[in-house]
């Protein structure tokens, strides 16, 4: 699978779908432990797992209490083995239908209150986390490995390498992006001075001297909810990265634009940030539809949007960004 340039968290999750099958028993048959199944030679592993005598069948029934999106995962990981195995997943196989969600965003209040609580924290990687991540759409995996010489100031670009899917893309980023990273540099400077590893390359470091890790930074984005009056559930890293997108997509970004800044692989990925653009025309025109004209401009800050620091995003570069 690491030849697929599968992630290490798609590797960990098809291993455990991959064991829970094996350890699957039949009528009258004798339980075994991972242990014993791991321990069966490949040629009787490859009647064992056959997906026509029924095992796969008791396997999936025991995934009946999961949400439909973790089952087709672990259906997806068990198809893997089986086909390295030789066997084809009969056509039978039900997979449950998924309802997509649409992402979360921040409204622009909300994004007010983010922006005061970030500007009064005490932690002085929320500025410049909390800035870069809006103004670039990075994911938290991708923000966390950035490097000092991953980043162009004068470009106003950056290079994230061995991102989702290990592919390479350049993201975007403004003036406003580049004052808050040379005022954190000073910090990172210090922190580095009397660490061993005072070489580190890494953009963001902890106090400690440690590169960060995505759930530092979503422990950070939970104070900063607290702070701003915003439920937790609604602030996330994932949150502010499809906040960039809805908001250029309401300033008259295209699809495919889109696509390349978030560096999805499949436009049908993006297509769903339409949804939301739809859901919010419908939304307004209904408010405005009900409501005095007076109070139609007031209600309409309640909408989805984007930090005005990425009304500069150059989004017209993209196209010549190869």
């Known amino acids: 699978m690491r030849s697929e340039k599968k992630s290490s968290h798609t590797i960990r999750a098809y291993d455990v779908a991959a064991k829970s099958f094996s ?4 009528p009258g048959e004798e339980k075994l432990d991972w242990e014993n199944a791991s321990a069966i030679p490949v040629r009787s592993f490859h009647l064992y ?5 029924g095992r796969m069948d008791a396997w ?18 068990l198809t893997h083995l089986l086909k390295w195995l030789g066997h084809t997943v009969p056509d039978w196989i039900q997979r449950p239908s998924r309802s997509r969600s649409l992402p979360k965003t921040l409204g622009r209040r909300e994004l007010t209150r983010l922006r005061k609580a970030v500007s009064e924290s005490e932690d002085p990687l929320a500025m410049p986390v909390s800035t870069l991540m809006l103004d670039t759409g990075l994911r938290v995996s991708e923000l966390c490995a950035l490097d000092i010489d991953d980043i162009d100031k004068e470009d ?6 061995g991102g989702k899917g290990e592919k390479d893309r350049t993201v975007l980023f403004t003036n406003s992006s580049v004052e808050v990273l040379e005022s954190w540099e000073p910090i ?3 922190r580095l001075r009397d660490v061993e590893d005072g070489g580190l390359r890494a953009m963001f470091v902890s106090s400690r001297g440690r590169r960060i890790n995505p759930r530092s930074i979503q422990k950070m984005m939970d104070r900063l909810a607290e702070a701003a009056d915003i439920p937790k559930s609604r602030l996330s890293p994932h949150t502010l990265r499809h906040t960039f997108a809805t908001g250029l997509l309401e300033r008259g970004a295209d699809l495919v634009t889109i696509q390349r800044l978030l560096g999805h692989s499949s436009i049908a990925t993006t297509r769903v940030y339409l949804e939301i653009g739809d859901q919010t025309l419908r939304e307004i025109y209904h408010r405005a539809q009900r409501r005095p004209p007076a109070l139609v401009e007031d209600q309409a800050e309640e909408e989805p949007g984007i930090d005005p620091v990425l009304t500069e995003t150059p989004i017209e570069r993209v196209s010549t960004k190869r």
């Open 156 to 161: 106003l670009s950056a290079l994230v390498i």
């Open 60 to 77: 999936m029934n025991g995934l009946g209490e999961l949400k439909p999106a973790t089952i087709n995962a672990k259906i997806a990981a």
């Open 49 to 53: 797992v056959d997906p026509n005598n």
């Open 23 to 26: 350890i699957t028993s039949l």
């Open 188 to 190: 990172r400077e210090r």
